[in-house]
C-alpha cells in the first residue's frame, strides 16, 4: 500500500482509526511527508496521532454511590494506599496495558494511547464489573457469595479488552456477535493472567474468575474454558449454564440473548487450539486471535465467521499446513462449529 | 401492587429474581412511591458489555431497564433491598 500519495486527511484518518500494518503505514507517510516538504501543520498532526506508547491510568472511588467516575483517588505514578481495590485495579490495568503493548505492540485500548480510568466501590455489595463504553467500573461484591471485583487480574483484563473491541470489531452485544464479544474478553482476560504468571497452555487453569467467590460457594470461578458448565454447582448460585458444544446451544431471551452462557463454545474453541499447539498461549493461539478481533470481524459476526477467519489467519501467518491451523481447524471441529 | 423484578446478565451472567405485593411487605407504600416514580420515566435496556438487565412487571406492564435512570435505579436498589423477598 503507498500511502504517501494519499492526502493528509486519509492518511490522519488511517493513522487514528485502521489497524496493524495499514494504521504504521499511514503513520510512516505522515512522518514522511512532514519531513520532506517541512510542513510544520503536518508534523504538529503526527504529533497527534502518533501515540505516546505510555501508560496513563486513574482509578476514582464510587463511595457506594452510582455517579460516575467519582473522587479521583490515585493517577498515573501515584504510590499504592491503604484500599486493596483502588491498588487491584491500577496494578490490573498496568498488567493489561503492558500485555497488549509488548505482545501485541497496541498502545491502550483504542491504540493510541488511551487513559485507562476505573471507579471501584461502585454502588451498594455491587455484584458486577462491566464497561460502559468509556471506563471500567468495579463492585464491592455482597460478601455472601462474591467477593470485590477487582480480586481477579483476569476480570479487570475481560473488562479492559470488552473496550479494546469496541475500538476493533466492535461486535453486536446480542446473540452469536455478544458471545463472541464476550469471548474475545473471556480468551484475552485469561492470556494476561497466563502472561503475568509466564505460564504455559498446560500449566494454566484457564479459569475466569478465580478468587472471585467467597469460601462459602461449592465452586472454584466463574466460568471455565477447559470444561465449561463446570465451573461452580451451588444450591445458592446455581449451577454453570455453559455449553462446550454447538449442539447445546442455548436459545435465550434473557442475558441478552445469552451471551455469558453460549460464550462458552468458543470459549473452549480457544483452548483447545492454545493446548494442541502448546507453549505460551498468546504467542500463537493469542495471535491469531487478536488479528481475527482486530482486523477481521465485523460487528454481526457469527461463530462460524470466527471460525473462518481463526483458520484463514493462522494458515497466512504459519503456513496452510502448519500445526497451529491445523490445531485451530480441528479445535473448531471439535465443539461443532466447523463441519 | 404486584411487582415482579429479574435481574440477568452482568459479569457472571446470573439470574436473580424477586417478586413483591406491596400490600404485603413493610414498607410497601415506600415501595409503591419508587415505583410510580420510575414507571414516568423512559425505561431502556442497556447494551454495554457486563451491564445487568432488569425486567420489571408492575400490575401486569412489563418495563426493560439497564437502571441507569436514577429513579429506576433506587426502585431496582429498594427491591433487592426488601428482606424475606424470594
Known amino acids: 500500500m503507498r500511502c504517501s500519495f494519499l492526502p493528509p486527511y486519509i492518511l490522519r484518518h488511517l493513522a487514528e482509526r485502521a489497524e496493524g500494518d495499514l494504521r504504521e503505514h499511514a503513520q510512516a507517510a505522515l512522518e514522511e511527508s512532514a519531513q520532506l516538504r517541512g510542513e510544520r501543520a503536518v508534523a504538529a498532526l503526527v504529533a497527534l496521532v502518533v501515540p505516546a506508547g505510555e501508560k496513563r491510568r486513574t482509578v476514582y472511588d464510587a463511595r457506594h454511590g452510582r455517579t460516575l467516575p467519582g473522587k479521583l483517588v490515585r493517577g498515573e505514578g501515584d504510590p499504592r494506599g491503604r484500599d486493596a481495590a483502588v491498588n487491584e485495579a491500577y496494578d490490573g490495568a498496568g498488567k493489561t496495558y503492558d500485555f497488549y503493548q509488548k505482545v501485541y505492540a497496541r498502545n491502550s485500548i483504542d491504540g493510541r494511547g488511551m487513559r485507562l480510568d476505573s471507579t471501584v466501590h461502585y454502588g451498594v455489595k455491587f455484584d458486577n464489573a462491566q464497561w460502559n463504553g468509556r471506563q471500567m467500573i468495579y463492585g464491592d461484591g455482597d460478601g455472601e457469595l462474591f467477593r470485590r471485583f477487582t480480586k481477579s487480574l483476569d476480570v479487570i483484563g475481560h473488562e479492559l479488552t470488552h473496550g479494546v473491541t469496541q475500538y476493533a470489531a466492535n461486535l453486536d452485544y446480542a446473540d452469536q456477535p455478544g458471545a463472541l464479544n464476550e469471548s474475545f474478553s473471556d480468551v484475552f482476560g485469561v492470556l494476561v493472567k497466563q502472561y503475568t504468571r509466564k505460564q504455559t497452555a498446560a500449566k494454566a487453569d484457564w479459569l475466569i474468575g478465580a478468587g472471585l467467590l467467597t469460601r462459602r460457594v461449592q465452586g472454584q470461578a466463574i466460568r471455565s474454558m477447559k470444561t465449561p458448565g463446570t465451573a461452580y454447582d451451588d444450591p445458592l448460585l446455581g449451577r454453570d449454564p455453559q455449553p462446550a458444544h454447538m449442539r447445546d446451544y442455548k436459545r435465550m431471551r434473557t442475558d441478552n440473548g445469552g451471551v455469558h452462557v453460549n460464550s462458552g463454545i468458543p470459549n473452549h474453541a480457544f483452548y483447545l487450539a492454545a493446548t494442541r499447539i502448546g507453549g505460551k498461549a498468546w504467542e500463537v493461539a493469542g495471535r491469531i486471535w487478536y488479528e481475527v478481533l482486530t482486523r477481521e470481524l465485523h460487528a454481526t459476526a457469527l461463530f462460524r465467521d470466527c471460525a473462518e477467519a481463526t483458520v484463514e489467519v493462522a494458515g497466512r501467518l504459519f503456513g496452510s499446513a502448519s500445526a497451529p491451523r491445523d490445531a485451530v481447524l480441528e479445535a473448531w471441529k471439535t465443539v461443532g462449529v466447523l463441519g | ?86
Open chain 2, 1 to 86: 401492587m404486584k411487582i415482579r423484578i429479574t435481574r440477568t446478565g452482568g459479569f457472571a451472567g446470573r439470574t436473580l429474581g424477586r417478586e413483591v405485593d406491596t400490600a404485603k411487605v413493610r414498607g410497601g407504600r415506600q415501595i409503591e412511591k419508587l415505583a410510580e416514580r420510575a414507571r414516568r420515566r423512559p425505561a431502556s435496556p442497556a447494551r454495554t458489555p457486563d451491564a445487568f438487565a432488569y425486567e420489571i412487571v408492575i400490575d401486569g406492564t412489563t418495563y426493560v431497564t439497564g437502571g441507569d435512570d436514577p429513579a429506576w435505579g433506587a426502585l431496582i436498589e429498594r427491591l433487592f433491598a426488601t428482606p424475606g423477598l424470594q
